[in-house]
């Protein structure tokens, strides 16, 4: 089906379509909509109203398609735009979003999906659409996943992470694809980081190996990635599974470079500078990653921040506690 057969009953997208009566978007507070409207009146309906019933709308189209034959990548971005314009005002309201997709089985929807397009999309017969729709639905659970906890726990439940896993076997021993399997860590990394109880299916399910065995791969941004899920993965009294080589972790620093000179606080990767200073702590607790990262000049990003009156009062805490972890190595005085 085609992209002007389904996407017909929507209105057309812009930046400033979920405005306020100020005309700017203030908030996600889906408590405060009524949930039962039926139809829409001239009158103009609470904005975020009109975000459940866009939400509702591209769920439906989703719902329906069928992936051998249908390019989903449009409803997904817009979808993920969505989200962008949440996230621009804050966490809070982005969480929100994600809290009511799962209320309509959203991600267990994108699972059955991605369970079917990935086998696919891994062959060398796999039509371009099919990776496509594959790397879209990966954008936007990427997204969802790191601010919306419920988002995680559907993750969990729908055992999308095992999949997730398995993928990324795959594509080890095949050597395919950077983008999937980039994507498929970032959604792994803001699981466990924001559902920390989930840390034991992780576990059964390989992420420790699959982690460890991509930390030898030459792409930086996933052998970054994957090593940060390893700091979540693993027990923090056994810091010899965390072991970095050198050039692992002057790609931590860098990217921690590019976060604190980034105006809003991120790498371009999804990763923001709390959550790095905090995998970066639990980094440290390996000496010899702690020595690597003192002669990598770490401390002076960690004064950047204790200096500079611009950074949060989280962000601060996980600096000192980076900087009581590096104090613990042997002769970093």
Same mark, same amino acid.
């Given at each position: 089906?085609?992209?002007?057969?389904?996407?017909?009953?929507?209105?057309?997208?812009?930046?400033?379509?979920?405005?306020?009566?100020? &005309? %700017?978007? =203030?908030?996600?507070?889906?408590?405060? +909509?009524? #949930?039962? !409207?039926?139809?829409?009146?001239? *009158? /103009? @309906?609470?904005?975020?109203?009109?975000?459940?019933?866009?939400?509702?709308?591209?769920?439906?189209?989703?719902?329906?398609?069928?992936?051998?034959?249908?390019?989903?990548?449009?409803?997904?971005?817009?979808?993920?735009?969505?989200?962008?314009?949440?996230?621009?005002?804050?966490?809070?309201?982005?969480?929100?979003?994600?809290?009511?997709?799962?209320?309509?089985?959203?991600?267990?929807?994108?699972?059955?999906?991605?369970?079917?397009?990935?086998?696919?999309?891994?062959?060398?017969?796999?039509?371009?659409?099919?990776?496509?729709?594959?790397?879209?639905?990966?954008?936007?659970? &990427? %997204?969802? =996943?790191?601010?919306?906890?419920?988002? +995680?726990? #559907?993750? !969990?439940?729908?055992?999308?992470? *095992? /999949? @997730?896993?398995?993928?990324?076997?795959?594509?080890?021993?095949?050597?395919?694809?950077?983008?999937?399997?980039?994507?498929?860590?970032?959604?792994?990394?803001?699981?466990?980081?924001?559902?920390?109880?989930?840390?034991?299916?992780?576990?059964?399910?390989?992420?420790?190996?699959?982690?460890?065995?991509?930390?030898?791969?030459?792409?930086?941004?996933?052998?970054?990635?994957?090593?940060?899920?390893?700091?979540?993965?693993?027990?923090?009294?056994?810091?010899?599974?965390?072991?970095?080589?050198?050039?692992?972790?002057?790609?931590?620093?860098?990217?921690?470079?590019?976060?604190?000179? %980034?105006?809003?606080?991120?790498?371009?990767?999804?990763?923001?500078?709390?959550?790095?200073?905090?995998?970066?702590?639990? @980094?440290?607790?390996?000496?010899?990653?702690?020595?690597?990262?003192?002669?990598?000049?770490?401390?002076?990003?960690?004064?950047?921040?204790?200096?500079?009156?611009?950074?949060?009062?989280?962000?601060?805490?996980?600096?000192?506690?980076?900087?009581?972890?590096?104090?613990?190595?042997?002769?970093?005085?």
């Amino acid at each position: 089906m085609s992209r002007e057969r389904n996407l017909e009953i929507l209105p057309s997208f812009s930046l400033d379509r979920y405005s306020g009566p100020s &005309g %700017s978007i =203030t908030s996600f507070d889906t408590d405060s +909509c009524d #949930s039962n !409207v039926d139809t829409l009146t001239n *009158t /103009k @309906l609470d904005w975020c109203e009109k975000v459940k019933n866009e939400v509702s709308s591209l769920f439906a189209i989703i719902k329906k398609a069928d992936l051998r034959t249908t390019d989903l990548k449009e409803p997904l971005s817009e979808l993920l735009l969505i989200w962008k314009q949440l996230r621009n005002l804050g966490k809070d309201d982005a969480a929100k979003m994600g809290d009511y997709m799962v209320t309509l089985e959203f991600i267990q929807v994108l699972t059955e999906f991605f369970e079917r397009g990935i086998q696919r999309a891994l062959t060398s017969s796999s039509p371009l659409k099919e990776k496509d729709n594959v790397l879209s639905f990966l954008d936007l659970i &990427g %997204s969802l =996943t790191d601010t919306s906890k419920k988002v +995680c726990e #559907s993750v !969990v439940s729908n055992d999308l992470h *095992t /999949k @997730l896993i398995e993928t990324l076997r795959a594509l080890f021993e095949k050597r395919l694809e950077e983008d999937v399997a980039g994507t498929s860590f970032l959604i792994l990394y803001n699981t466990l980081r924001n559902f920390p109880d989930s840390k034991i299916k992780f576990c059964k399910a390989g992420v420790v190996d699959i982690c460890s065995k991509f930390l030898s791969t030459e792409q930086p941004r996933i052998k970054t990635l994957a090593l940060l899920v390893l700091t979540f993965a693993a027990d923090l009294d056994a810091p010899e599974i965390i072991q970095a080589t050198k050039s692992n972790l002057w790609l931590i620093i860098r990217w921690l470079k590019e976060t604190l000179d %980034s105006p809003h606080k991120d790498n371009g990767e999804g990763i923001h500078l709390e959550e790095l200073l905090e995998s970066m702590s639990r @980094l440290a607790m390996n000496k010899t990653n702690a020595l690597e990262m003192v002669e990598l000049e770490v401390l002076q990003h960690c004064l950047t921040v204790l200096v500079e009156k611009k950074y949060t009062d989280e962000e601060v805490k996980w600096t000192l506690m980076l900087i009581w972890s590096l104090s613990f190595a042997d002769g970093i005085y």
